[in-house]
């Protein structure tokens, strides 16, 4: 029953999956409603061609009796791929950026531009911190995105692709809680976002310095091995104009400045 939903899910027929499989719709029909039983072989191959995550490879493994093929390991314990991961954060500041899980809650951050989350409650920024409930939440930085409508179309247009490579429910969940978030009454109307005049869709944060604009690049690891590896996702942000680039530079300064640094190396912000 297992691999008939992934089979439907992926939207295939027994016999184009079959085929892509090396097998036969017979054989193919009779290893989901269980009268045959899998080779270990089988089960990696249908798996490869249903483009199933090595989570889901690792049940569909379980449910035929066998072992996991996959390792699921605490970060801590992935030392090169979290030192690639800090060296990657850390070379993005004094921009955002972080990793998160399936569930996108934040495993690491370069915590830059706390100026970003003034405001936000408490409950929120308590680890773990999902990253879309943050900025999309009303006791979140909601209220102070000012493209909201235009941002959570495209967060639920992530959600909704994740759900269908692999049905969490957790996902699902996380997709209707931020489906029924208010729409801040400041923020700009969804039909007044014109596409054609951005390179990519920007996310806009009203700060007590100014409004900032960035635009996000997600990356993976590629060929990982390991379920927690290829489960992780580093999000960084960009600036998408020359005044973020400014008001950027004035909370590095003001955060500077709390820290007690001289301000001497505040040149390393400068122009």
């Known amino acids: 029953m297992l691999l008939r939903r992934w089979r439907e899910r992926r939207r295939m027929t027994q016999a184009d999956l079959a085929h892509a499989a090396e097998s036969s719709t017979r054989h193919l029909s009779c290893l989901e409603t269980g009268k045959s039983q899998p080779s270990r072989e089988m089960i990696m191959r249908l798996a490869e061609h249903l483009d199933l995550p090595l989570r ?10 066998f072992a996991p093929a996959f390792q699921e390991r605490a970060l801590e314990e992935l030392e090169a791929a979290k030192s690639a991961i800090d060296t990657v954060l850390s070379a993005h500041r004094p921009y955002p950026a972080f990793a998160v899980d399936r569930h996108w809650n934040v495993v690491l951050s370069n915590s830059a531009l706390p100026q970003l989350y003034e405001g936000c409650s408490a409950e929120l920024l308590r680890k773990p ?4 409930r943050l900025i999309l939440h009303p006791a979140g930085m909601g209220p102070r995105i000012v ?40 923020s700009e109307p969804l039909a007044g976002f014109e596409a054609t005049q951005h390179l990519a869709t920007p996310l806009r ?10 635009l996000n690049t997600v990356t993976v690891f590629g060929t990982p091995n390991d379920v927690t590896l290829a489960e992780l996702a580093l999000e960084m942000l960009f600036p998408a104009d020359a005044r ?15 820290d007690n640094v001289p301000s001497a190396n505040a040149q390393l912000f400068a122009t």
């Open 56 to 65: 889901d490879q690792n049940k569909l493994l379980l449910a035929a009796s």
């Open 129 to 132: 911190v999902n990253a879309m």
């Open 147 to 186: 493209n909201f409508a235009q941002w959570r179309v495209h967060s639920l247009s992530v959600l909704r692709q994740q759900i269908e490579t692999g049905a969490d429910p957790a996902i699902q969940r996380l997709h209707a809680e931020i489906a029924a978030y208010p729409v801040p009454p400041n």
């Open 205 to 214: 944060i009203a700060t007590r310095l100014g409004t900032v604009s960035f």
């Open 244 to 258: 973020t680039i400014e008001i950027v530079r004035s909370m590095v300064r003001e955060q500077l400045q709390l």
